[in-house]
């Protein structure tokens, strides 16, 4: 790696749930060093999903320390992706967290979630923030932590309490306590920020008994957020924070998606599916409108649809078959022609988008003595594609327009076998990013947007899947097999 002056690279973090990943990109866009950090997840009842908020800094701080090893003192920039709705609450004074975060898969305020819509309150919720009031979105786990954690309610009222998403308990971090502060693509995931006003709803923080003094400031994903203090991180004191985005808007930015017409699908513990809208859409068909992204040019509007369990759903069927890992039940899959009339349907953290049934549970049908591992596997194969499948046509009803195709990223997008399935059962083509990094490099290019006035990137290599043409009989059955088994689970 050539290196002349100070300034030269942009360190772009990307803090996920499994690990936190960061590249080092050079001024053209060039991808020139990278380093990941494993991070663990606790689950210490059914439904409930937490982290150490301590352990997420930890990581962000070993991944930057080892992209400077390489790099030296060249840092124009640093650059923030991260995992969405998770949510960090902490002490301003101490600068220490108050309980563990709670991550964007915990369901512990489903019932509380299902008690407001009883109440009626969903339409107000989804005309302020294109959110239906669900527990996957911080608005409820921050209700729960002023229930249910003592110290909140006194911190609240001294004025004290911080709370946000993990991009905002980053940034305090970086910069030593003096920002507080998050981008609009991950407030437009709290439930608690109004898409349309661009500002914190009063209603919604009563409604869900928050302190609008507890959340942090909101800004373009391209602003200056804040340097870097002394001795935070291996980073220089002064090194600016140039963009901040939720991961997966990222993601979309780094597909070079501009306008409406092509959805990102990133293959990881869950799956999200985005497609940029012609202007703020509500969702008629179980999705989440939301706000991609905001900078120079004004703020672009997007459709969201989350799915809760996706490619975990390979690792946790490998598991339970007794195989080392999700390449060997892939492999095994690819033994069978077809699942053979089983169908998984994996919500074993209940059901996400477009769907949205807390009190569906993981469910296989169709066995006979016929049945082998290998139909099992197949089939968890199976449901991650038509899971995806089942969002992809739900932005089409929503847009009321055909959409071209797929740009898959994330770890399972690698699966050549997986994404050809994914070509066959939405019959459009499937376009993998030849880039691991995709959100990393997304958010990079947004930092070098505010630090040049215009964006960077280098060109991408993408792997094309185009559905076969004898697939359509399977796509009709797998997808028959696959509704029918969805509506006896959710009509149970």
Request: proline share 4%; aromatic share 6%.
């Given at each position: 790696?050539s290196?002349?002056?100070?300034?030269?690279?942009?360190?772009?973090?990307?803090?996920?749930?499994?690990?936190?990943?960061?590249?080092?990109?050079?001024?053209?866009?060039?991808?020139?060093?990278?380093?990941?950090?494993?991070?663990?997840?606790?689950?210490?009842?059914?439904?409930?999903?937490?982290q150490?908020?301590?352990?997420?800094?930890?990581?962000?701080?070993?991944?930057?320390a080892d992209?400077?090893?390489?790099?030296?003192?060249?840092?124009?920039?640093?650059?923030?992706?991260?995992?969405?709705?998770?949510?960090?609450?902490?002490?301003?004074?101490?600068?220490k967290?108050?309980?563990?975060?709670?991550?964007?898969?915990?369901?512990?305020?489903?019932?509380?979630?299902?008690?407001?819509?009883?109440?009626?309150?969903?339409?107000?919720?989804?005309?302020?923030?294109?959110?239906?009031?669900?527990?996957?979105?911080?608005?409820?786990?921050?209700?729960?932590?002023?229930e249910?954690?003592?110290?909140?309610?006194?911190?609240?009222?001294?004025?004290?309490?911080?709370?946000?998403?993990?991009?905002?308990?980053?940034?305090?971090?970086?910069?030593?306590?003096?920002?507080?502060?998050?981008?609009?693509s991950?407030?437009?995931?709290?439930?608690?920020?109004?898409?349309?006003?661009?500002?914190w709803?009063e209603?919604?923080?009563?409604?869900?008994?928050?302190?609008?003094?507890?959340?942090?400031?909101?800004?373009?994903?391209?602003?200056?957020?804040?340097?870097?203090?002394?001795?935070?991180?291996?980073?220089?004191?002064?090194?600016?924070?140039?963009?901040?985005?939720?991961?997966?808007?990222?993601?979309?930015?780094?597909?070079?998606?501009?306008?409406?017409?092509?959805?990102?699908?990133?293959?990881?513990?869950?799956?999200?599916?985005?497609?940029?809208?012609?202007?703020?859409?509500?969702?008629?068909?179980?999705?989440?409108?939301?706000?991609?992204?905001?900078?120079?040019?004004?703020?672009?509007?997007?459709?969201?649809?989350?799915?809760?369990?996706?490619?975990?759903?390979?690792?946790?069927a490998?598991?339970?078959?007794?195989?080392?890992?999700?390449?060997?039940?892939?492999?095994?899959?690819?033994?069978v022609?077809?699942?053979?009339?089983?169908?998984?349907?994996?919500?074993?953290?209940?059901?996400?988008?477009?769907?949205?049934?807390?009190?569906?549970?993981?469910?296989?049908?169709?066995?006979?003595?016929?049945?082998?591992?290998?139909?099992?596997?197949?089939?968890?194969?199976?449901?991650?594609?038509?899971?995806?499948?089942?969002?992809?046509?739900?932005?089409?009803?929503?847009?009321?327009?055909?959409?071209?195709?797929l740009?898959?990223?994330?770890?399972?997008?690698?699966?050549?076998?997986?994404?050809?399935?994914?070509?066959?059962?939405?019959?459009?083509?499937v376009?993998?990013?030849?880039?691991?990094?995709?959100?990393?490099?997304?958010?990079?290019?947004?930092?070098?947007?505010?630090?040049?006035?215009e964006?960077?990137?280098?060109?991408?290599?993408?792997?094309?899947?185009?559905?076969?043409?004898?697939?359509?009989?399977?796509?009709?059955?797998?997808?028959?097999?696959?509704?029918?088994?969805?509506?006896?689970?959710?009509?149970?």
């Amino acid at each position: 790696m050539s290196a002349g002056g100070r300034g030269e690279f942009i360190i772009a973090v990307d803090q996920g749930t499994t690990n936190t990943k960061a590249i080092l990109v050079d001024a053209a866009g060039e991808v020139v060093a990278k380093a990941s950090a494993p991070l663990t997840s606790s689950y210490p009842r059914p439904g409930w999903a937490e982290q150490s908020a301590e352990d997420i800094w930890a990581t962000v701080q070993a991944v930057i320390a080892d992209i400077v090893g390489k790099a030296g003192d060249k840092i124009a920039g640093l650059a923030i992706a991260n995992q969405r709705e998770t949510l960090v609450v902490w002490n301003a004074e101490t600068g220490k967290p108050i309980a563990p975060a709670i991550l964007w898969q915990c369901r512990r305020t489903a019932k509380a979630c299902e008690a407001l819509i009883a109440e009626g309150r969903d339409p107000m919720v989804v005309e302020a923030t294109g959110l239906s009031i669900n527990a996957l979105f911080p608005a409820s786990k921050l209700a729960w932590v002023m229930e249910n954690v003592a110290e909140a309610k006194a911190l609240a009222a001294q004025g004290l309490l911080r709370a946000g998403t993990v991009d905002s308990w980053l940034l305090y971090k970086l910069t030593g306590g003096k920002e507080f502060a998050t981008d609009h693509s991950n407030a437009s995931r709290t439930q608690l920020f109004n898409t349309g006003t661009l500002k914190w709803d009063e209603g919604l923080c009563d409604l869900f008994k928050v302190s609008v003094a507890a959340l942090p400031d909101v800004r373009p994903s391209d602003s200056r957020f804040g340097e870097v203090a002394e001795g935070a991180t291996a980073l220089s004191a002064g090194v600016p924070i140039l963009a901040m985005m939720g991961d997966s808007h990222a993601a979309l930015y780094g597909h070079r998606v501009r306008e409406p017409g092509l959805v990102k699908a990133t293959y990881g513990t869950g799956s999200s599916l985005m497609t940029l809208t012609p202007g703020r859409v509500l969702s008629k068909n179980g999705l989440s409108s939301t706000i991609a992204w905001s900078d120079r040019n004004g703020v672009a509007y997007a459709l969201e649809g989350n799915i809760t369990v996706s490619a975990q759903a390979a690792a946790f069927a490998a598991e339970m078959l007794g195989l080392p890992d999700a390449k060997a039940l892939s492999a095994l899959a690819q033994t069978v022609p077809d699942a053979a009339g089983v169908v998984f349907v994996p919500a074993l953290a209940g059901l996400g988008a477009p769907h949205w049934n807390d009190n569906v549970s993981g469910t296989i049908s169709g066995m006979t003595l016929a049945t082998t591992r290998a139909h099992i596997a197949r089939a968890t194969l199976d449901a991650i594609v038509l899971q995806i499948s089942d969002v992809f046509t739900a932005m089409e009803k929503d847009l009321g327009a055909r959409l071209d195709g797929l740009l898959a990223d994330g770890g399972a997008s690698s699966n050549d076998f997986l994404m050809q399935l994914q070509a066959d059962v939405l019959d459009r083509p499937v376009a993998r990013s030849g880039q691991a990094e995709v959100g990393a490099i997304g958010v990079a290019m947004m930092a070098l947007l505010g630090l040049h006035g215009e964006g960077a990137g280098a060109d991408e290599t993408r792997s094309e899947f185009r559905p076969q043409a004898d697939a359509a009989a399977w796509r009709q059955e797998a997808r028959r097999g696959w509704q029918s088994l969805l509506a006896r689970l959710i009509a149970h």
